[in-house]
Structure formats: structure tokens, C-alpha cells
């Protein structure tokens, strides 16, 4: 990095190491996505979060089904598991079950979460099973080459929807918030000390929580959309970005054209009983524990 100011022209400046530099697997860098692609950001927030919290790291756990955003887990030094494609929910389910002590998160794609893999997000948040899911959504398929996926907004060009898609994407997390999970919020990679902060929460919450980061894919959603380049779409999200943690439902709807905002926040934080203690419940009222 070459260090500007006053005497300092044309001087080297070395950087030792970063703070964070420990929660990487640096033996897996560098990493594998496009300039000015959101997953770095979405990844720092993480990391920041699981340093944060009080939860050690050992007993932290991160998966991630394919896709760009599926590198996450293999570049987090924790214990991760690459999934195949849209299992990385119920892999999840398993190991909470089996360890309850472990703090299970699932920092997947939207093609991933909610396509190949929908049925098992169902499935797990009815359940209320106590993992956090963290999806980030860049409206389309971006590491097969920019396809349509199931919240890709109407209108928007995809390599599979020439002229524009004519299917209603998914409202994630107005979804989320209906089949069971009980903390549910959105934020852009331009929010980052708001996404730390909702991570942290969702990290130390028991039951099934869900956090969208809106993110720039340049190469498979921003060009082909007229959003840019990944600093011009930061641009786009801090025009249009409203934050309304009262927001309805329905007004969470992304468009991500002409005026329409893109409204964030902490939507949903409520409380209710999580699969593991309604089974304890259940075991101990029918005599089968003490
Ligand atoms: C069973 C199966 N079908 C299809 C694929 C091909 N595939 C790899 S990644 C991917 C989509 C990823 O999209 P998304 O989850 O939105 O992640 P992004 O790359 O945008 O982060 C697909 C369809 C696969 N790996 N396995
Ligand atoms: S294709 Fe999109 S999501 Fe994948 S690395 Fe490139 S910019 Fe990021």
C-alpha cells in the first residue's frame, strides 16, 4: 500500500497483520469473488460479531450450502462445513440437536436458502430450532453465471430472463417472519455497524433467527441492471435505503428500480419455545425424564 502525505510519497507502507486476522483461515486467500462484491463486507460483519459476543469460538460453528456466498464457511476459522447445495439447513438442524451446547449458524445465498433449499428453511423455522440463518441476497444465481433466482425482482435482467423477469420473488423476511422465526431483520452491506449489531443479537438469541444483507454482485445483478459496479450500487442503497423497524410486511418487498425504497431493519423479536424445549417439555410430562 503506498502512503500519501506530506514527505511520504513514493514510500512503502507494510501492513503487520489486522485484528481479525485470526478468525480467517488465511491459507484459503485470497478469495475467490469479484471487486466490488458485498461477501467481504457481509464476512467482516461476521467476523466482528463472533469476536464479540460471549460465545467462545470453539463452540462456534458455520455452514454454507454452494455458491459464492457458500465460500464463507470455508474461509471462517471456525468449525465450518460446505454443505451440498441447499442441505446446509438441515446439516444445521442435526448437529444443534446432537450438541445443543453449539451456537449453529447457517450464512448461505439466496438461491441456496430459499430454491434447491426452501423446504428445509421451512421446515426449521416452524420447528423453531435454535440456529441463526444468514442469507445474502444478491438476486440471482452468481457463481453459475447470473440466473434468475427466487428473488429476483420483477423486471430485472438475468442471464435467463432476457427481458426481464415476469416471476414475484420472495418477500424473505416477511416469509421468515410468518412460518416461525422469531428474530427477523434485513440490512444492506452499506449497514455494516447495523448488521454487526443485528448479528450479535442473533448470535445470543435462542430460536430461529434470520438476517438478509442486500448485497452487490456486479457481475452477475448490478451491470446487466444498470446498478454499476459495486461502489456505485453502495451509492443506490444509501439513496433508497429507509430504515423502518415497524415496516409492514408488505412493504418489504425489494424492487430495486426507479424510486422504490429499500426498506431495513429489525423487524421481528419475539420469544416462544425452541424444538429442544418443547421436547424436554414433552419428555418430562409424559414421565420419560426426571
Ligand atoms: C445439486 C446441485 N445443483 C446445482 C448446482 C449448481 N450451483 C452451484 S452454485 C448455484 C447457485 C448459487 O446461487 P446463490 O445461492 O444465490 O449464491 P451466490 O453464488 O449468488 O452467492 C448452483 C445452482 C450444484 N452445485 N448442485
Ligand atoms: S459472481 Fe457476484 S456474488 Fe459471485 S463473487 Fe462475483 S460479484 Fe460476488
Known sequence: MSAKGAGNEGKI???????????????????????????????????QAIERVDIPLKKQVLL?????????????????????????????????????????????GDGDLFAIGGNHFLHAARRNVDINVICVNNFNYGMTGGQQGPTTPVEAKTTTTRYGSFEHPFNLPYLAAAIGAVYVSRWTTLHCRHLEKSMEKALQKKGFTFIEIVSPCPTGFGRPNKLGEGLEELRYYREKSVIKNDASWDEMDLHMRGEEPIVVGDFLDTEKPTYLELEEQMLRKRGFMK
Open 64 to 108: 454454507s450450502g454452494i455458491g459464492c456466498t457458500g465460500r464463507i464457511a470455508g474461509y471462517v476459522n471456525v468449525d465450518s462445513y460446505h454443505t451440498t447445495h441447499g442441505r446446509a439447513i438441515p446439516f444445521a438442524t442435526g448437529l444443534k440437536i446432537a450438541n445443543p451446547e453449539l451456537c449453529v449458524t447457517v450464512f448461505s
Open 13 to 47: 507502507e507494510t501492513v503487520e497483520g489486522h485484528p481479525l486476522d485470526h478468525i480467517l483461515r488465511q491459507d484459503r486467500l485470497p478469495h475467490i469473488w469479484c471487486p466490488g462484491c458485498g461477501l467481504g463486507s457481509a464476512m467482516t460483519c461476521f467476523a
